[in-house]
């Protein structure tokens, strides 16, 4: 049963579709993620990603007066993240990351298939797939370990000059993404469904049950980045063919 977090959240999400239903220049509410397509999985820690489309020529009206959101519960803090949108928190701590289009605009727009919250009968059912695909991840497994290791081998070399924050990014996110894509090269189309189609690393502790403490020696502190770049070459190395020079190159900065 949802918790009240939960309903909060679900609840929100069916007023900001009846703000758009009653004004003149709304065409619809589209749920995206856990607010659309996949609201089983909506909890107390989600937040609502969605889409409000709006009659041609009423964006900004839109985007420079948020009092239609503002309307329903008061708005503790918003900022503009991009041109179409906010990331927006409401007095009540539920948290937002919306954009607002045109119906024209969504075929310029790459994002995952969506479920309408509501929409105007004039609007088709089928704007909730996108018309251009959400970026889909490489399969080639060449690229990925060539990207996984030599991502290492930088990293490591940045370490060892004292450039901690890009060896942390080299290290903990670029390579340990590309392992994440490997091991996910390895499961069911099914098993996929779900994965996040912009960042790999939400939900990967579903997707590899089986491989979470390998995810732990890989999130250990700035300081034993070392120790993170020891475990993914080693896993690299047990399971896949690695080069031996770029290897020895890599264990001589460890």
Aim: net charge negative; proline share 4%; charged share 25%.
């Amino acid at each position: 049963m949802p918790d009240d977090k939960t309903l909060l959240l679900r609840q929100r999400l069916q007023q900001i579709g009846d703000v758009l239903r009653t004004d003149p220049h709304g065409l619809g509410l589209l749920g995206l993620g856990s607010s659309g397509k996949e609201l089983d999985r909506m909890d107390m820690y989600s937040d609502l990603d969605f889409f409000a489309l709006v009659a041609d020529g009423t964006k900004q009206y839109f985007m420079e007066d948020l009092s239609w959101l503002g309307g329903i519960q008061p708005i503790a803090y918003c900022f503009r993240n991009s041109p179409d949108g906010y990331k927006l928190l409401f007095a009540d701590g539920v948290f937002c990351e919306f954009a607002i289009f045109e119906q024209a605009e969504l075929s310029q727009i790459p994002f995952e298939e969506g479920v309408f919250i509501w929409r105007d009968p004039a609007l088709a059912e089928q704007l909730a797939s996108p018309y251009n695909s959400a970026h889909r991840f490489s399969d080639d497994v060449d690229y990925l370990l060539g990207e996984l290791l030599t991502n290492l081998y930088v990293g490591l070399c940045r370490y060892r000059r004292g450039e901690k924050l890009s060896a942390m990014r080299f290290i903990q996110v670029y390579a340990l993404d590309r392992l994440v894509n490997l091991l996910d090269l390895q499961l069911l189309p099914m098993q996929l469904a779900r994965r996040d189609s912009f960042c790999i690393d939400r939900r990967a502790e579903q997707r590899h049950p089986h491989h979470t403490a390998l995810f732990g020696k890989c999130l250990l502190s700035s300081d034993k980045l070392p120790e993170v770049a020891a475990t993914l070459l080693a896993f690299a190395d047990q399971h896949y063919s690695v080069n031996s020079a770029l290897k020895q190159q890599i264990e001589a900065l460890l």
